[in-house]
């Protein structure tokens, strides 16, 4: 409809302005100075030479057309109303309002127009707007060969300069100036702190300074090559947007949004750049200075390759948002899925030295082959994937610290063996602790074949260690609730009870076995249950050995213990 109009105004225009038509009306004066008339739907004001149209209301429909040496002042363009100006022809102080529009074409100069929300301007080639407004919501395109002179932009009003000129202009914080194309002249215009540049199709700026309080947006087609982002200055990148070797400094931003891309970025010390909605954002061979802040998140995709990471240089995967690392890495910083639904991933040809990699709320894949030392945040929900399998136990190299949480009080992290498929009653485990203590490995079999081999840092015992299958059928490891799965009446024993403890997700069965273990003062310790998949632990006060307890059938699948033959003596009497 909208362009069904401008091609019907189009000819109008060229008839009423055509030098046939002209002579008839020359010497007509439709209206003497100050007349007031309003033009409604499909009613026509011709303004002549020498003739004034003043304070004129065009509403929806009505045309206004004003010739060459007439004059038309203060005149208010409602929605659907146009208002087509001949060259030589005087006007000053337009209201365009919701919906309206005026258009300017060759050798026509209109004055202090002024344009509301949903009303536009359009400067053609050779024409002129001097003064012009533009409120929120409004627009003001100078196109190619048009000129926009003194043009303030105020909060919400947007000027578009498309191969035009633009002058001696201000927009002001809210404001926007979008450039499209190339051959622009806007030399003359001056962005107040807060005012925003946006780059469209074609345009490129190419090694600019961007200083305190700069807000540019990179629309479909635009781009920013090279250049530097000063500490109160952000780039946003949309959707068909490009960035390339830009650097981040201190204090600036650069924000990859849903379709938009960057490449060859590099974050000084204090600098932040971010992937959200779709968005990706590549950094390769640079370095991340101290402080510096790069996140993915909500669908963006950050890609990292041979970075070196600063100290307290932070590379976070948050909720939704996915990192992906490969090459060679001096890291001083943190690497860490920490939202929901995140993935940090370790491409296997990655080599990553120093700093720290954690789990968080996300998940951290390492891919086969990698060595990478991975941490459990304490508090973080997430878990670790890793490739051991048969034929290929330590896939993984790396060690693994902080699972479980502290005092394996985390029972939702995990830990994931992808490759291998779990089986029950197939998967057991053994932890050998080293002779510190402080460390150890989980051996983890399958029908009776070593599938992994995971290094543990802190103090673990084999009932740490739950198994289950994932949602992908294959096997996950937890540190339960109650250590090793069963359900243990948490009260403190004095001494075994006689009528013993049912453990009712331990599985009566060949498979069962019991362990007794000492503590450290000798004044008591632990008897472990297990059924070849899940363990329990039970605290024991006073000295016993496994030969004291005896596992039987409860009765409804689990197992019920008990102590061996009733009045057998024990090591040492029970303690109080």
């Known amino acids: 409809m909208l362009a069904c109009r401008k091609s019907f105004l189009a000819a109008r225009r060229s008839a009423l302005l055509s030098s046939a038509f002209l002579p008839a009306l020359a010497a007509l004066r439709l209206f003497p100075p100050g007349v007031r008339r309003s033009i409604a739907s499909s009613d026509e004001q011709q303004v002549f030479s020498a003739g004034i149209a003043s304070v004129t209301a065009i509403s929806s429909g009505g045309l206004q057309f004003v010739f060459s040496g007439a004059t038309a002042a203060s005149t208010v363009i409602s929605s659907g109303g146009t208002q087509i100006i001949a060259a030589g022809a005087t006007v000053i102080g337009t209201a365009i309002k919701s919906g309206a529009e005026q258009d300017l074409g060759s050798g026509v100069t209109v004055i202090s127009t002024v344009i509301s929300v949903g009303g536009e301007q359009h400067v053609s080639s050779a024409g002129a707007a001097s003064g012009t407004t533009v409120s929120g919501g409004g627009v003001l395109e100078?196109?190619?060969?048009?000129?926009?002179?003194?043009?303030?932009?105020?909060?919400?009003?947007?000027?578009?300069?498309?191969?035009?000129?633009?002058?001696?202009?201000?927009?002001?914080?809210?404001?926007?100036?979008?450039l499209v194309g190339s051959g622009q002249n806007v030399g003359g215009m001056t962005l107040r702190p807060g005012a925003i540049l946006e780059l469209g199709s074609g345009f490129v700026i190419q090694n600019g300074l961007f200083g305190s309080g700069a807000i540019v947006e990179v629309l479909s087609g635009g781009a920013v090559s090279g250049g530097v982002i000063l500490s109160g200055a952000l780039i946003d990148i949309l959707s068909g947007g490009l960035a390339s070797g830009v650097t981040v400094s201190k204090g600036g931003a650069l924000i990859v949004l849903g379709g938009g891309s960057a490449s060859g970025t590099a974050v000084s010390a204090g600098g932040t750049a971010e992937a959200i909605s779709g968005a990706a954002l590549t950094l390769s061979g640079g370095t991340l200075g101290a402080a510096a802040l790069i996140e993915a998140a909500s669908g963006g995709t950050l890609m990292l390759s041979d970075e070196t990471l600063g100290s307290g240089a932070l590379v976070t995967a948050q909720s939704g948002g996915t990192t992906l690392l490969s090459g060679t890495f001096v890291n001083s910083g943190v690497l860490i899925a920490s939202g929901f639904g995140s993935l940090l991933d370790i491409a296997s040809t990655a080599v990553i030295s120093g700093g720290v990699i954690a789990v968080g709320n996300g998940i951290v894949h390492v891919e086969s082959g990698g060595s990478e030392n991975i941490v459990f945040r304490s508090n973080g929900t997430g878990g670790l994937v890793i490739e051991d399998a048969t034929g290929e136990p330590t896939a993984y190299a790396g060690a693994v610290s902080g699972f479980g949480g502290i005092g394996h009080a985390n029972h939702a992290q995990f830990i994931d063996l992808i490759s291998v498929a779990f089986a029950p009653f197939e998967i057991n485990a053994t932890y050998s602790a080293a002779a510190s203590t402080t460390s150890g490995m989980l051996t983890v079999t399958s029908g009776g074949t070593t599938v992994a081999e995971i290094e543990l840092i802190g103090k673990y015992v084999t009932s740490n260690f739950q198994f289950s299958a994932a949602g992908d059928g294959s096997v996950e490891i937890t540190d339960p609730a109650v250590v090793g799965g069963g359900k243990v009446d948490p009260t403190p024993a004095d001494a075994f009870p006689g009528h013993g403890r049912y453990l009712l997700d331990i599985a009566f069965g060949a498979q069962s076995m019991l362990a007794c273990s000492e503590n450290d003062a000798g004044a008591g310790g632990t008897l472990t249950v297990s059924d070849g998949c899940h363990a329990a632990s039970i605290a024991l006060l006073g000295n016993y050995m496994a030969g004291s307890f005896v596992t039987i059938a409860e009765g409804h699948g689990g197992t019920l213990i008990t102590e061996g033959q009733i009045g057998q003596p024990l090591l040492a009497h029970p303690r109080a």
Not at 143 to 156: D, F, H, I, P
Not at 160 to 171: M, P, R
Request: charged share 10%.
């Open 142 to 178: 100078v196109l190619s060969g048009g000129t926009a002179a003194g043009a303030t932009v105020l909060s919400g009003g947007l000027e578009i300069v498309s191969a035009g000129l633009a002058a001696g202009g201000v927009v002001s914080k809210g404001g926007a100036l979008e």
